[in-house]
């Protein structure tokens, strides 16, 4: 589901590029590292600099950036031509992901799964295109926060079957995932976290709250 007026505004805007270059990108390096020489995918890369903070601070060698919106992607394309090829950006739906299977190092999320009615698919759908050992970078938007009336009011997403940080963890343990460290933010309306693709979806080991 793309993203209403309201919601455009509020991300893409000073306030919310300070917040994703200084407070999410600094917190999911904490958690999960960084890509040094990687091939990367961002899911839902929106206007862009997610896919530049995947390049410049995480250290990827190359990112393939998709979104559902075609201006998203356009606008991603003008902000990101001085990268030349290690960008490709192209329209995608995150419930089914143009990519082989073990296409990547490392899967990027920055909150875009909240927006998909059948999100499971999409969690399926990143355990598919990681190997063995990758890394899939999330920071997600709880049913706590869109259940809040100023959520509900003013910014259009799914409203059925949305999932708390911990039923998006156990989402992907069932998917092929550990999560040994993941976090909620803001009063519970974020999860932040980073999952490592296991050899074989379900032998997941337990998570333990970071
Ligand atoms: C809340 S915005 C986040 C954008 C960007 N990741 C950021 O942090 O600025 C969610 C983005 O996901 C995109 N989106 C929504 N549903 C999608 C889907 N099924 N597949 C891919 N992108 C999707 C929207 O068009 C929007 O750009």
């Known amino acids: 589901?793309?993203?209403?007026?309201?919601e455009n505004v509020l991300m893409n805007n000073p306030i919310?590029?300070?917040?994703?270059?200084?407070?999410?990108a600094p917190l999911l390096e904490q958690l999960g590292g960084r890509v040094e020489g990687g091939r990367v995918l961002e899911m839902g890369c929106g206007r862009g600099l997610g896919t530049e903070i995947i390049l410049s601070r995480f250290g990827a060698?190359?990112?393939?950036?998709?979104?559902?919106?075609?201006?998203?992607?356009?606008?991603?394309?003008?902000?990101?031509?001085?990268?030349?090829n290690r960008v490709r950006i192209f329209q995608g739906?995150?419930?089914?992901?143009?990519?082989d299977a073990s296409s990547y190092d490392a899967?990027?999320?920055?909150?875009i799964i909240h927006h998909v009615p059948e999100?499971?698919?999409?969690?399926?759908?990143?355990?598919?295109?990681?190997?063995?050992?990758g890394r899939f970078f999330f920071e997600e938007v709880t049913r706590h926060a869109l259940e809040r009336w100023t959520y509900r009011r003013f910014?259009?997403?799914?409203?059925?079957?949305?999932?708390?940080?911990?039923?998006f963890v156990a989402e992907l343990e069932r998917s092929g995932f550990r999560v040994p460290r993941w976090t909620e933010r803001f009063f519970g309306d974020f999860a932040f976290g980073v999952g490592f693709r296991t050899a074989q979806p379900g032998s997941s080991a337990a998570c333990a709250h970071a």
């Open 16 to 24: 919310r590029a300070a917040l994703q270059l200084h407070y999410e």
């Open 155 to 167: 910014l259009d997403h799914p409203s059925d079957d949305r999932f708390s940080g911990a039923q």
């Open 1 to 6: 589901m793309i993203l209403n007026s309201v």
């Open 61 to 84: 060698a190359h990112v393939d950036a998709f979104d559902l919106d075609s201006d998203m992607v356009e606008r991603t394309r003008r902000r990101l031509a001085r990268f030349g």
């Open 119 to 133: 999100w499971q698919e999409a969690v399926r759908e990143v355990s598919r295109v990681l190997r063995p050992g």
């Open 107 to 111: 899967v990027f999320d920055f909150g």
């Open 93 to 99: 739906d995150a419930s089914r992901i143009a990519a």
